[in-house]
């Protein structure tokens, strides 16, 4: 028996780079995985993907900035898979400016994405899992939640992330739901591929730079991230709580 044979979870942002990873690691531990997307394209890919390596999976196309959208996605995976288990809250963009040329839409459109969305997710969820005294909820900061230039709105919302993490894990630990954070670092995704672009780098230039000043000399895959949420939802976690794991190969 794989480590989640039974369960169901959620990834959103499941379409690509890490929330893809994440997917199909969480399908091969035996997990009936829906994948959620903006972009139903995205997620029928990575549904399609999973079945193809014999899992199960459904793809779900869905604004999870959007209350009524995080309600309908878990009406849809009741009635899918039966209940709701796993919880990664993966989505996230990026608008990369300097504080004075950055717009309130650029402000408003990542803090929607990347908080907001968790928020809306996370108390989606806990209506079906605070019933069944069993859950397990990751939601993805970041290390630009320590400050990067030229990311106020991405920092000030994965440190939101962190903070609501905390916050989640007090409320809801009482009845069974362990609630923890990962905070990659530079990770090769099509999200690091166009900031490279932006910045008049290759990809291969960008890996090279970022990984000059990591301990390990590399950058991250998504499959690193994915190996680490496969254990916080797993029961080898357990105990494991109100933690935002930093998994940016020995950065300071």
């Known amino acids: 028996m794989t480590a989640l044979e039974g369960k169901s979870a959620i990834v959103t942002g499941a379409g690509r780079g890490i929330g893809a990873a994440i997917a199909a690691r969480l399908a091969a531990d035996g997990a009936a995985v829906a994948a959620v997307d ?140 362990n609630v923890n954070a990962v905070a990659p670092g530079y990770v090769a995704t099509p999200m690091t591929d166009a900031t490279a672009a932006r910045l008049g780098m290759t990809v291969e230039q960008a890996h090279e730079a970022a990984a000059a000043a990591i301990p390990l000399r590399r950058v991250a895959q998504p499959e690193d991230i994915a190996n680490v949420i496969a254990f916080l939802v797993s029961e080898d976690a357990a105990y494991v709580t109100g933690q935002t794991l930093y998994v940016n190969g020995g950065l300071r």
């Not at 959208?69 to 300097?98: C, H, P, Y």
């Not at 929607?112 to 939601?139: E, H, T, W, Y």
């Open 38 to 177: 903006l972009v139903l394209d995205g997620a029928e890919t990575t549904a399609k993907a999973i079945e193809a390596a014999g899992g199960r999976a459904l793809a779900i196309a869905a604004d999870v900035s959007s209350a009524d959208d995080a309600e309908s996605v878990m009406d849809r995976v009741e009635a899918e898979f039966g209940s709701i288990g796993i919880l990664v809250n993966n989505a996230g963009v990026t608008r990369d400016n300097l504080l004075f040329k950055m717009s309130e839409d650029d402000w408003d459109t990542v803090l929607d994405v990347n908080l907001k969305s968790v928020f809306l997710m996370a108390r989606a969820a806990q209506k079906r899992m605070v019933p069944a005294r069993s859950g397990k909820i990751v939601n993805l900061s970041s290390v630009s939640a320590l400050g990067n230039r030229g990311q106020a709105n991405y920092a000030a919302a994965k440190a939101g992330v962190q903070g609501l993490t905390a916050t989640l894990a007090a409320e809801l630990g009482p009845y069974g739901i």
